[in-house]
């Protein structure tokens, strides 16, 4: 899996309170791909919670 962040994040905060390990939130939300193994579920969720939908999953 690879999470990535396309423009136009709004800084919301909602995938960070998801899923801390993977993504911090300061300018622009950050995804840490190394931090992925077993928070998947949480990626997936986090993508799917993120009102401007621009966290881009690949599998
Ligand atoms: S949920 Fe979406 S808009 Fe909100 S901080 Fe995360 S990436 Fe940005």
Request: one cysteine or more; proline letters at 7%.
């Given at each position: 899996?690879?999470?990535?962040?396309?423009?136009?994040?709004?800084?919301?905060?909602?995938?960070?309170?998801?899923?801390?390990?993977?993504?911090?939130?300061?300018?622009?939300?950050?995804?840490?791909?190394s931090q992925?193994?077993g928070n998947?579920?949480?990626?997936?969720?986090?993508?799917?919670?993120?009102?401007?939908?621009?966290?881009?999953?690949?599998?």
């Amino acid at each position: 899996m690879q999470v990535s962040i396309v423009p136009g994040c709004i800084t919301c905060g909602v995938c960070e309170s998801i899923c801390p390990e993977v993504f911090t939130v300061i300018d622009t939300s950050i995804a840490d791909n190394s931090q992925i193994p077993g928070n998947e579920d949480a990626c997936r969720e986090a993508s799917k919670a993120c009102p401007v939908d621009v966290i881009v999953i690949q599998d």
